[in-house]
Every structure is written in structure tokens, then in C-alpha cells.
């Protein structure tokens, strides 16, 4: 098996690969630019961080739309934080143009609604820490997950899904916003799995042996 982890230039992906080779000892693991690479991978991990439009340029730059593209609708895909809001539409960020996989919009979090317990307090944006996520029915990556395990999350913007039913799992930060989505040979999550300890781990894992 050869997994791919896209490499825009966007972000530290050491700590992915890592993970990756970690839960999947038999699998070829590769950090690659290369759209041929990608093309030729079994399964795609497309992670990032930054700012999306700085993603979306970088991405463009080395050719890797159309093979993101056809891997998103092909193959085990599993997008993770940038790499979940690059999938939608459109973000607030620069109000910029993403990949149009997903409907719905990727919006700041507002700072009407960055109260704190009581009113008391104000949350910061970015969030930044460990959250508890709530699965949202089953899906086989959240096999052996306990739902409302905690996650680490960095990020200022959430998909808004025009789509109901593609959510996957709901976390909260002033207000519920989703952290996870799913359809079918696509899973992405705002939050990092490889910094997650167990539960990520497990979610990493179960992406290695999925069958969608």
C-alpha cells in the first residue's frame, strides 16, 4: 500500500508522516508535491496550515488540483485542518475560491459568540487546545473512538456545510461548529490527528484500513 501526504510547501508535515508510518508499518509512506506521486498513491492524506489562500496559490503552483481532484473522488481520502477547508467552496479567508468538493462556506469564527462561561469571559481566536468531539452517527473512522474524546485543535476559521448530512462530528468553541465530515471515500477533520495521542492515532489507523 503507498499513502501520499501532499506537500504544498504549507505547513510541518513531519509530524504526519510520522504518525502515519507509525499505525501503518507495512504501508509505503510518502511527502511528495509530485502530481504523479499523488496520482499514483493508494490513499491521499491532504493536510495544511496557514492561510487558505496562501494554500490554494501554493497547491496551484505545483499542479496538484487536478490529482487532488480525482483522488478526492476515487480513493481513501482523509483531509486534515487547512486540508478540511480547502474541500468547500468558497472561505472568508481572502474570500477566496477552494476546491468546490463540498458546498458550504469556511467562516471566522465570529466575535459576537466568543463568550465565555456566563458572558465573563472572552474566547481567543484562533482556538488553540484540546477539545471534546461528539461523533455524529457511526462512520468506521470513528471506530474505537469514544465519543466526546478530546482532540487538539489550532484554527480560526470552520466549514459552514450547506449539506447537512456530511457532518461527521460537532465540536464547541462559543457555539457548535463542525470538525468533521464525511461522504464517501472522503473524511476530513479540522482538528490534527497526529497531535491527538490515542484517539488520533486510532482515527489515522482506521483511515489506513478503511474500505469506503
Not at 85 to 99: A, D, K, P, T
Not at 137 to 142: A, D, E, I, N, S
Not at 146 to 157: C, I, K, L, Q, T
Amino acid at each position: 500500500m503507498k499513502i501520499a501526504i501532499v506537500d504544498y510547501g504549507m505547513g510541518n508535515l513531519r509530524s504526519v508522516s510520522k504518525a502515519i508510518e507509525h499505525v501503518a508499518p507495512g504501508a509505503t509512506v510518502i511527502v511528495t508535491g509530485d502530481p504523479v506521486a499523488v496520482a499514483g498513491a493508494d490513499r491521499v492524506v491532504f493536510p495544511g496550515q496557514g492561510a487558505m489562500p496562501d494554500c490554494m496559490r501554493e497547491m496551484d503552483a505545483r499542479g496538484l488540483r487536478p490529482a487532488l481532484i480525482d483522488a478526492a473522488r476515487a480513493r481513501p481520502f482523509l483531509g486534515i485542518c487547512i486540508g478540511l477547508q480547502m474541500l468547500f467552496e468558497r472561505s472568508e479567508e481572502g474570500n477566496v475560491q477552494g476546491l468546490g468538493l463540498m458546498e458550504g462556506t469556511v467562516r471566522r469564527f465570529p466575535r459576537d459568540a466568543m463568550s465565555g462561561d456566563g458572558g465573563a469571559s472572552r474566547l481567543k481566536v484562533p482556538h488553540m487546545g484540546w477539545n471534546r468531539v461528539r461523533q455524529n452517527g457511526q462512520h468506521p473512522l470513528w471506530a474505537g473512538i469514544e465519543d466526546g474524546a478530546r482532540f487538539y485543535f489550532v484554527h480560526s476559521y470552520f466549514a459552514e456545510c450547506a449539506d447537512p448530512s456530511i457532518v461527521a462530528g460537532i465540536s464547541m468553541y462559543g457555539f457548535p461548529f463542525t470538525c468533521a465530515i464525511a461522504r464517501d471515500n472522503i473524511f476530513a477533520v479540522q482538528f490534527h490527528p497526529e497531535k491527538s495521542q490515542h484517539s488520533g492515532l486510532k482515527l489515522l489507523a482506521n483511515f489506513v484500513d478503511w474500505t469506503p
